[in-house]
C-alpha cells in the first residue's frame, strides 16, 4: 500500500509560481511511475505529467509543457511539481497518483494508477 500527501497549493496570480509536494509512504515507491493530475470543477481528472521511477523520463500534457517541472528524490520519497506561469485555466484541485503496478512506464491515464493523494487546491486569479 503506498500512501501520498500533497502540499503546497494555494493562491496566487496568473504569472505566478507555485511549487507543489507530493510525500509518499510505503513500499516501492522508487519503482513505481509517479504523475499529477488536476480536476477543474465540473471537468474531469485530467493527466499533467508523469515521471519514470529512474527520474530520467517524463511525459507533459501539452498544456503545460514549458512551464511546469516534474521531479522526484527516492532517497526521501518525495514527488515534486513546480509550476510557473500559471495561467486562471491552471485552476484545479492538483492530485499526485502512484502507478498501480512497478514499472518505468509513463502512464497518461487514470485506471493505470492506483494510488492516489487527497489532493491540494491550486488557485490561479486573473
Known amino acids: 500500500q503506498v500512501q501520498l500527501t500533497e502540499s503546497g497549493g494555494g493562491l496566487v496570480q496568473a504569472g505566478g509560481s507555485l511549487r507543489l509536494s507530493c510525500a509518499a509512504a510505503?513500499?516501492?515507491?522508487?519503482?513505481?511511475?509517479m504523475a499529477w493530475f488536476r480536476q477543474a470543477p465540473g471537468k474531469e481528472r485530467e493527466f499533467v505529467v508523469a515521471?519514470?521511477?529512474?527520474?530520467?523520463?517524463?511525459y507533459y500534457a501539452d498544456s503545460v509543457k514549458g512551464r511546469f517541472t516534474i521531479s522526484r528524490d527516492n532517497a526521501k520519497n518525495t514527488l515534486t511539481l513546480q509550476m510557473n506561469s500559471l495561467k486562471p485555466e491552471d485552476t484545479a484541485v492538483y492530485y499526485c497518483a502512484a502507478a498501480q503496478r512497478t514499472t518505468n512506464i509513463l502512464y497518461s491515464t487514470t485506471a493505470r494508477y492506483g494510488y492516489w493523494g487527497q489532493g491540494t487546491q491550486v488557485t490561479v486569479s486573473s
Open positions: 510505503g513500499p516501492s515507491f522508487s519503482t513505481r511511475t
Open positions: 515521471v519514470s521511477w529512474s527520474g530520467g523520463s517524463t
